[in-house]
């Protein structure tokens, strides 16, 4: 099976612009999560989707948003970019129901860097 | 914030010795896993170990978990260079409204050859 995939894996962006990263599921994975990972609050989750549906957010300001599709695929949101979202964005899948009581698979992530 | 905290934050070892990491977490959970991740790339799980469980064993990686003292334990023994990474725990908590883990701040390891 192929494992999960992120586009893009770079991405530059300006202050004040705003970005969408997409996450590709492990085929038959219907949960995906987001997380967040900087050098000084380390690794942060943002929200899961389950079947088109966010189960669960994190603790992040609205600039932050997301959606799954029908397919599984999901993408992530951040409007108006400020320096301290540059990070490294990861994305997790795991199999139907409660995912952290199981083990989440993860991408690669997209170092998104905001100057 | 991270509702765990690993130590040491940074461990150096020589080629066939045993790394010891410690994880601490503050609430009640269901389970605490272990991940790896090197040089800034994604996650690899390497072991899950259920509240009800106090040792677990996969290959060279053994986990110890005490409820009691709200703390874990992963040791690698005969470490390899390749296994040079960071290492985090997470855990799933009860408590939570849905389904997320909370990580640690994790542990740099450094293995020399």
């Known amino acids: 099976k192929a494992g999960v995939t992120q586009t893009p894996r770079y991405l530059i962006k300006t202050r004040g612009q705003q970005v969408t990263l997409s996450c590709s599921p492990i085929?038959?994975?219907?949960?995906v999560s987001w997380y967040q990972q900087t050098p000084g609050q380390g690794l942060q989750f943002l929200f899961e989707?389950?079947?088109?549906?966010?189960?669960n957010k994190g603790n992040f300001p609205g600039r932050f948003s997301g959606r799954q599709f029908s397919n599984s695929r999901s993408e992530m949101n951040v409007s108006t970019l400020e320096l301290g979202d540059s990070a490294l964005y990861l994305c997790?899948?795991?199999?139907?129901?409660?995912?952290?009581?199981?083990?989440?698979?993860f991408g690669p992530g997209t170092r998104l860097t905001v100057t | 914030s991270q509702q765990g905290e690993e130590d040491p934050q940074a461990l150096s070892i020589q080629e066939g010795e045993n790394a010891t990491m410690n994880c601490s977490y503050k609430t009640s959970i269901n389970n605490l896993q272990w991940y790896r991740q090197n040089s800034g790339r994604g996650l690899v799980h390497l072991i899950l170990?259920?509240?009800?469980?106090r040792e677990k064993h996969s290959g060279r990686l053994r986990v110890t978990l005490d409820t009691s003292k709200k703390s874990s334990s992963l040791l690698i023994t005969a470490s390899r260079a390749a296994d040079t990474a960071s290492y985090f725990c997470?855990?799933?908590?009860?408590?939570?409204?849905?389904?997320?883990?909370?990580f640690g701040g994790g542990t740099r390891l450094m293995v020399k050859p």
């Open positions: 170990i259920r509240s009800n469980e």
């Open positions: 997470a855990s799933f908590a009860v408590n939570n409204a849905g389904n997320m883990l909370t």
């Open positions: 989707y389950f079947s088109e549906t966010q189960r």
């Open positions: 085929s038959g994975h219907r949960s």
């Open positions: 997790a899948s795991s199999l139907a129901g409660a995912s952290g009581r199981i083990e989440q698979y």
